[in-house]
């Protein structure tokens, strides 16, 4: 019989080595996740990493039971060895991580000469350097081998007679701008359940990653934990409630732990390693899926408040087909274990939906009703068919995002809590229950709408312009005594000239104009003057293009109708001196006298007199001013009662 080569043959490339360096790994702390993993398989105890990035190294030793040259090059340098092939657990009884047998390769994603020291027990250490550039050259000359350089291994270099370290060196700069220890730390913390477990200790720079680290509890205010799930929270914690462990008709060994949350703040969750709003996906310990979360529901508003960390060992059973890919960061969708526990967390976060908005309605109302006691007072008050609609208003503003951090949230709330009362008491005053019980159904930004328009808001700044002139109307009308009227007047008059006009609302100086004014014979401002004109003070002012000159008499003294005419006149005539030449004849000058007493004359006569000064000029009395003031805001007072009480509502 004749031999006949077989006429296939099938080569790997060490090219697929760069593939499987590069290309897989997305971040630094998942290249490092490798190294730890590798050293709770070898039975390790402590791993400490030790990040020095100013002289181009990073350095991680562990303590656990190393190798020998031949489990070196049988294992360590072998690409692709299967790790379980050896048995489902360690010889200190953990149950492995490792199964592809490629991780090693992840480290030249992030350095360029990688040197592994190591030594087990009884037996000589092993040094050897792997150098990218050599590493290339091989697979550019299509080898299939290819040899590190062996190293010395110094002296003591374990304190322990067994372990490994691996230096990286020759760092790729570009890769390494997430590399703070503290991010690392988090991160890690993040991709394994078991880290600060007893027996397993990793450390960043001397200080040890524990669960704190992770943060994702941080501010969890709702828990659901899968069984009997131990879990360290915070004191942000309200309510704890326990769900299944495993799904009917389900294998009896799968079991799920971990558990989701939800906190109070969608914000929570950022942090400079990224967002935590998601549900990480866990198996023997460390991290298979970044994130479940997005493939397993919607749009839902609740589910921007969530957060957790699901542990299913059953996805990576050593029996069972490998399902996790090959950068440990996703599990292949279509495979039933992952279809089985895709539905069980719906399922979960079914029931989370059904009571997270009950919940957090409840709580953060009853928290709003505790910070304005008086809010509560006022919703007590309301008529019963109102009622549940201003508590669905509360429960609304309570439990809305207005806020950039705790401080703005909180005096946003309130600003939006004082103007939806205000908003609801108007549409209550209507009777438009059906206006508002469409603009609750609609949703955050109808009910806005509703609230903040256009009318209201002006209606609010009205009444803050009012409660002033109202203080002002209050202090004129305590005083009984003529002089003390003199001096209070003269204070407030020329600076609110509304209280000779509600409608001089922007009646404006002219400093230049008064200045020039007090050079002419009747505005000087010397007491010869003043006595002479019965006098406390004259002042000039502008009002919608009107040139106003306002004079406050004495209140003692009593001036006939025609002298106080011709006063007037010599004002006019004054001012008329200096206005440019083209506005003489057509400008508007009215003189207005406020006085103790009215002359004894009779109105048609005391009108008459004034317009032959300048039409709209006039006389008030000090009485007649004060009482005209009020009158013209009384029926502005009457609705202001109730402004007045939701102002209360919030007083302290």
């Known amino acids: ?49 030790d990040l020095n990035i100013a002289e181009d190294r ?50 030249f994603s992030i350095a360029d000469l990688i040197e592994i020291h190591t030594q087990a027990n009884g037996t000589p250490a092993v040094g050897l350097k792997i150098v990218s550039s050599d590493l290339r050259r091989a697979m550019e000359e299509s080898l299939n081998e290819y040899h590190p350089e062996p190293v010395e291994v110094p002296r003591g270099a374990f304190q322990k007679p067994h372990g490994t370290r691996i230096l990286a060196s020759s760092l790729k700069r570009n890769r390494l701008r997430e590399m703070a220890p503290v991010s690392l730390r988090r991160r890690l913390a993040r991709r394994f359940s078991i880290i600060g477990s007893e027996g397993f200790r990793v450390f960043v720079n001397e200080e040890e990653v524990t669960a704190a680290d992770r943060e994702d509890l941080k ?23 326990q769900l299944g462990d495993r799904d009917e008709g389900w294998n009896p060994a799968w079991r799920v732990k971990g558990w989701i949350g939800t906190v109070d703040r969608p914000k929570r969750l950022a942090t400079p390693e990224g967002n935590l709003n998601s549900v990480i996906v866990l198996s023997r310990g460390r991290l298979v899926d970044e994130d479940v979360l997005g493939r397993i529901v919607g749009a839902e508003v609740y589910t921007k408040y969530l957060t957790g960390q699901v542990e299913a060992d059953f996805l990576d059973s050593t029996d069972s087909a490998d399902i996790v890919t090959s950068n440990r960061q996703r599990v292949i969708e279509d495979d039933a274990r992952v279809g089985a526990l895709t539905d069980f967390l719906q399922k979960a976060l079914r029931v989370i939906a059904e009571t997270w908005s009950g919940l957090r309605a409840t709580d953060k109302t009853s928290e709003l ?79 806005l709408r509703l609230l903040a328009d ?24 305590k005083l009984v005594d003529e002089n003390q009227r003199e001096r209070v007047l003269q204070k407030y008059l020329f600076d609110h000239l509304w209280l000779l006009d509600p409608a ?37 002012s502008t009002v919608a293009g009107k040139h106003v000159i306002v004079e406050l008499k004495r209140a003692s003294v009593h001036i006939g109708i025609y002298e106080l005419a011709e006063q007037g006149a010599k004002y006019v005539d004054s001012m008329k001196d200096l206005l440019p030449p083209e506005e003489k004849d057509r400008a508007q000058i009215e003189v207005l006298f406020v006085v103790g007493v009215n002359p004894p004359d009779p109105s048609q006569r005391i009108e008459d007199a004034m317009n032959s000064v300048s039409p709209g000029s006039r006389i008030l009395t000090y009485e007649l001013l004060t009482s005209r003031a009020r009158a013209a805001y009384a029926s502005y007072l009457e609705r202001s009662r109730l402004a007045d009480r939701i102002d209360r509502l919030f007083a302290g």
């Open 58 to 107: 990073i350095d991680i030793v562990d303590d656990g039971s190393g190798m020998d040259l031949d489990a070196v090059n049988d294992r360590y340098l072998r690409v692709g060895y299967r790790r379980r092939k050896d048995g489902d657990t360690t010889l200190g009884g953990r149950v492995v991580m490792g199964r592809k047998g490629i991780g090693k390769l992840s480290l």
């Open 369 to 447: 009703r505790a910070r304005y006691p008086k809010v509560g007072e006022w919703l007590d008050d309301l008529q019963q068919g109102w009622k549940p609609k201003a508590e669905k208003l509360l429960e609304r503003i309570a439990t809305m995002e207005v806020g950039k951090d705790d401080a703005d949230q909180e005096e946003s709330q309130r600003t939006l809590l004082r103007h939806a009362i205000f908003g609801f008491e108007r549409l209550r005053l209507r009777g438009d229950a059906e206006e508002l019980e469409r603009a609750l159904s609609k949703g955050v930004e109808e009910l």
């Open 504 to 540: 001089w609302e922007r009646a404006t100086g002219s400093e230049e104009m008064e200045r020039r004014l007090r050079l002419q014979e009747p505005f000087k401002d010397d007491d010869e003057t003043k006595e002479k004109y019965g006098r406390v003070d004259i002042r000039y």
């Open 454 to 477: 256009r009318d209201s808001l002006e209606a609010s700044f009205y009444r803050d312009i009012v409660h002033n002139r109202l203080e002002v109307i209050r202090e004129l009308q």
């Open 1 to 49: 019989m004749t031999y006949t080569p077989h006429p296939f043959r099938m080569t790997i490339d060490l090219n697929v080595l760069d593939h499987l360096a590069d290309g897989l790994y997305s971040s630094v702390a998942a290249v490092i996740t490798e190294t730890v993993a590798n050293a709770w398989d070898a039975d390790a105890t402590e791993v400490r990493i």
């Open 219 to 241: 501010f969890v205010e709702y828990l659901w934990t899968f069984g009997d799930t131990p879990v360290t929270t915070s004191s942000y914690l309200r309510k704890t409630e």
